[in-house]
């Protein structure tokens, strides 16, 4: 039996508490040696691992052990006060619907900010999903760590928290027992990747079976609209375009020179704004034109790879797999997918 906590907050997005409680309940039933997804062997009986598996304990919490009322305003119920639970295999902070800014302070969660560092230091994981990745910022579990939170979200995560290493784009991010996952609805990948973290891939799979839920996580560059990043200062709009417009083999250099900068200021000036190194720019730049040209019928993988800088096929479809999560060819039937 593994214990989650899921730690709601006022303004909480209400699909995003109570939907965690339902995806837990459902990898119980998944998982069960009756449910319709079990293991069949040969002689038509569950397997003994399928027997085996992983069951979850759910308590839902708030600062106060008090109802809460969700960022429509209707009211939630909790099983109990934060303070009165101990050890758990892990605590999921699902999103607050109006984002950011209605984020608790550190000063405001107190003892609650105490409760999660002391609950990761003793072992357990803690997660939040989209907004609710703030709450982990202003406890202090983001600092030297990896995260990432809702791509719309990530210029007020690098501006508050500047020791954390936010990645723009990324669906999911683990580090040292820290889950952070970006999107409104991305409390469902948080919920399987923690099941899959608790209970095996196997229990993971049979619960995405039973919910009829896609198991595998796709970045968030999929989604966002293009040239989001680059919008955010003129000179990623002059750099984008300098990079759409160079030779194929353009490198750092080149691309300093275009903007008048030298390269230890264009590096110093990147970090700052995208947290990446030219070549890594350049590379995203590069991708982000490929999947423009990729959403055209019938588009050609190999002139595409061409018109990208890249003149071994391999290697642009292994960047591709790289930055969308997809090989080029899956990416223009999920393109084509999504417009039918």
């Not at 983001?142 to 928290?161: A, F, I, N, P, S």
């Not at 595998?216 to 989001?228: G, N, S």
Request: aromatic share 6%; proline share 4%.
């Amino acid at each position: 039996m593994k214990t989650v906590v899921i730690l709601g907050f006022e303004d909480c997005l209400p699909s995003g508490l109570v939907g965690l409680v339902d995806l837990f309940w459902m990898a119980n039933q998944a998982n069960l040696p009756s449910s319709p997804v079990a293991d069949v062997g040969r002689g038509g009986t569950a397997t003994a691992v399928h027997e085996q598996a992983v069951q979850f304990r759910v308590t839902t919490a708030s600062v106060n052990g008090q109802s809460l009322r969700d960022g429509m305003g209707r009211s939630i119920a909790v099983d109990a006060h934060v303070q009165d639970i101990g050890d758990c295999d892990a605590v999921l902070i699902p999103g607050l619907i109006r984002g950011a800014n209605s984020i608790p302070k550190a000063e405001e969660l107190g003892p609650v900010a105490a409760w999660l560092r002391q609950r990761h230091q003793h072992g357990s994981v803690v997660a939040g999903s989209c907004a609710g990745v703030f709450v982990l910022g202003e406890s202090g579990l983001l600092t030297q760590r990896r995260c990432t939170t809702t791509w719309w979200l990530h210029d007020e995560l690098t501006r508050r928290y500047p020791e954390a290493d936010a990645v723009w784009g990324s669906a999911l991010i683990e580090d040292d027992g820290v889950v952070s996952a970006g999107g409104p609805m991305s409390w469902i990948d948080m919920a399987l990747h923690m099941i899959r973290r608790l209970g095996g891939a196997n229990v993971a799979k049979r619960t995405a079976d039973f919910a009829v839920i896609d198991n595998p996580t796709l970045t968030q560059a999929m989604y966002a609209p293009k040239r989001f990043v680059n919008d955010v200062d003129s000179l990623l709009l002059n750099a984008e375009q300098a990079v759409r417009q160079a030779p194929v083999d353009m490198t750092a250099t080149q691309l300093a020179r275009s903007l008048a900068l030298s390269e230890r200021t264009l590096h110093r000036r990147l970090k700052a704004l995208t947290g990446e190194a030219p070549k890594a720019f350049i590379t995203r730049t590069r991708l982000e034109m490929a999947k423009t040209l990729l959403d055209a019928p019938r588009a050609s993988i190999k002139r595409t790879a061409q018109l990208c800088g890249y003149q071994d096929e391999s290697s642009f479809r292994r960047a591709f797999v790289k930055f969308a999560g997809m090989s080029p060819s899956a990416y223009r039937h999920w393109v084509a997918a999504r417009q039918a």
